[in-house]
């Protein structure tokens, strides 16, 4: 369901709200402009929220990125100094392990 069509179908359910509510005659104490309000008031506050976790998100991609390059960095410096005959398989087990 695409966000246009929620919205639609959320501002539906409050005015629906909102006539059951004066039907109660609860209309002094909560209005539908109340309500619709604090619709957007949330949802502004899940939006601030989700754009926190991606930013958290792409900051632990880039520290396990880092972490990988470090890694991958100290692994040529010692296969570097490995003879010859144990630098090979080491050198295709290093590919294996850090492109796939």
Do not use: C, W
Not at 3 to 10: F, S, Y
Not at 43 to 51: C, F, N
């Amino acid at each position: 369901m695409n966000a246009k069509k929620l919205t639609d179908l959320a501002l539906q359910q409050l005015d629906n709200l909102g006539y059951q509510l004066r039907t109660r005659g609860i209309t002094s104490k909560v209005t539908r402009h109340d309500l619709a309000a604090f619709a957007m008031a949330q949802k502004d506050r899940l939006a601030g929220e989700k754009s926190r976790l991606e930013l958290h998100v792409e900051l632990q991609k880039a520290r396990a990125l880092k972490l990988r390059d470090e890694a991958e960095a100290l692994t040529d410096k010692y296969v570097a100094h490995l003879p010859q005959v144990l630098a090979e398989p080491a050198g295709r087990i290093k590919q294996k392990v850090f492109h796939g």
